[in-house]
């Protein structure tokens, strides 16, 4: 330590400190108001097409779903009657070894 030197500063002038402070934050509210401004031009130019796009994407859900309905319904009906089918084809044959 005795070969430590000691760096002393000069107290700070809080006048000084509080001017520079208020010009820098100035001018970052100045750029902060621009950047929300030009957020908000964008939001806007751009609101338009992201509308029609979420529109479309339901729209397309939409009868994608509708598709799969009428498919699933396609395949019920045909997977029932095919079991039916056979229930009564048995039950012929059953009848028919009988006699």
């Known amino acids: 330590m005795d070969d430590a030197t000691i760096i002393q500063y000069p ?7 509080n001017d ?10 100045e750029i902060s108001l621009d950047c929300l401004k030009l957020q908000k ?7 338009p097409l992201w509308a029609q796009h979420i529109k479309n994407s339901v729209d397309n859900y939409l009868a994608f779903q509708d598709k799969m309905t009428v498919l699933y319904n396609q395949i ?13 084809n048995k039950g012929k044959e059953k009848e028919g070894s009988r006699i």
Do not use: E, P, V
């Open 11 to 17: 107290l700070l002038n809080t006048d000084n400190l």
């Open 20 to 29: 520079y402070y208020r010009q820098t934050t100035k001018s970052i509210n």
């Open 41 to 47: 031009d964008s939001m806007n130019a751009f609101q």
């Open 76 to 88: 019920c009906i045909g997977y029932y009657k095919t079991n039916y089918d056979i229930k009564i």
